[in-house]
C-alpha cells in the first residue's frame, strides 16, 4: 500500500510541476512519515520519534539499493506539535502525516498517563485515525521504530500487517485505532486495551541493515499480548491466554487454535474458525450480574492421544473438553481485568444499556463493584470436521507394531 501510494504522489508531483501548480513546492517538501513513537522523559518532555520513508529506496531499481528505505528522526519538547516542528532542524522537510501506519506509545509514557500525549493527533485536520496504536514492552517506543524487519522493506508497514494478521488467525492481539482508544478512555463502564510489542534479541543489531544477513534477524519486533489501560494508564498485562479470552468475549476471535484435553492421557488440536459472543446485563433488586454466551465451531487439526474419531461419544467428549478448556480461558480473563480493577470487557456499559437508573448509582464507584460482579460464562462447543483419519498413526507406534 505504501508503494503505490508514494508512486502515485510522485505521478502528481510530475503532473502538477509540468502544469506550473502553485503547490508543486510544498510537494517536494514534504517527508512522508508511516510510523510516529512518543516516549516519556523523566525530566519532564515527549520524546518524538518519527520514521520517514525514503521514496528513492522504496522504489525498485538494478543493481538494487544499499540504503535503508527509512530514516528515523528525534525531538524533545513538552508537547508533541512542537516536538514535531522542532525536528525541521535536522529533517530538512515537513512531516506529512496523513499516511501514519502504525503509533508506538512507550510503557513509562502509559504509565504516566497517554491522554495528553493524544490531543494533536486527535485535533489535526492531516491525520487520519486509521492507524494501528501499540504500546511498546520492555523497551522505549522509539527503540521499537528504529529495528529493520525482514520481508517488509517499510517496517511500520510490516507491525501493521503482522497485526492484522495475527489478530485474524492466532487471536491473544487486537487491533486498535486512535477513535476507539480515545472513546474507551472517556466513557464511563469501558476500558482500553492495546497490543504491546517487544523486540526480541538484540536492539542495537536489529538497528543495522547486517542484522538482517543471518537467516534468523539479530533482533526482531514481535507483538506480546494485551496491556490493560484504567482511563488513560497502563494498569498491567494480560498473559497470552488472558488475552485470548478477552477476545473470545469481546467476539472478536476470527481463527485461532488451542489444545485441549483427550479425556486422559494426549492431547488435541483443535482450529476454532468460528466464534460468537454475547453479552447480557441481569439487574435483581438494583444487583448487576453478567452472563456470558459463547459458541464456537472448529476443526481438529491434531490428534496426540489415542482416540476414534469415527464414534460419535469420541467426538462429543472431546466437545465437552473444549467447553472445558474454553471457560477456563474467559475466566482467566475475567479474573485478571478484575484483579486489575479494569472493566477491559464493558460490562458497566451493558449494565448502562439495561438499567439507566441502577447504572446512576453504580458508576460513581464503578470499579468497586466490577471487581465484585458476578460473571457467568456458558459456551456451546461444536467440532465440525476431524479430518483425513479417524485414528491417529502414533498409537499404532506407540503399541510396538
Known sequence: MIRLLLRSALCLLLVLGS???WNRRELNDIAIAVGLAIDWDPSGQYVITAQIVDPGEVAPRKGGGTATTVSTYEARNQ???EALRKMT????????????QILVLGEALADRGIAESLEFLSRNHEVRSDFFVVLSKDAKAGDILNVLTPLEKIPSQKLRKSLETSEKIWAPTHTVQLDE???DMVEPGRSAVLTGVKIEGSKSKGKT??????ITPSGMLEYANLAVMRKDRLAGWLNEQESKGYNYIKGDVKNTVGTIGCGGSGTVSLEVYNSKSSIKAIIRDGAPSILVSLTTESNVTEVNCDVDLSKQEAVEMLEQEAVKRTKEVVNSSIQKAKKLKSDIFGFGEMIHQKDPKAWAVLKEDWDAHFVKLPVTVEVEAH?????TTNKSYLGQMKGGG
Do not use: D, F, N, Q
Not at 532542524?89 to 501514519?100: C, E, F, G, N, Q
Not at 541493515?209 to 543471518?214: A, D, F, I, K, N
Not at 467440532?383 to 479430518?387: K, N
Open 383 to 387: 467440532i465440525r470436521r476431524t479430518g
Open 181 to 183: 482508544l480515545i472513546t
Open 79 to 81: 508537547s508533541v506539535s
Open 19 to 21: 502544469a506550473g501548480c
Open 89 to 100: 532542524t535536522v529533517l530538512p522537510r515537513k512531516i506529512y502525516l496523513s499516511h501514519l
Open 209 to 214: 541493515r547486517e542484522g538482517l544477513s543471518s
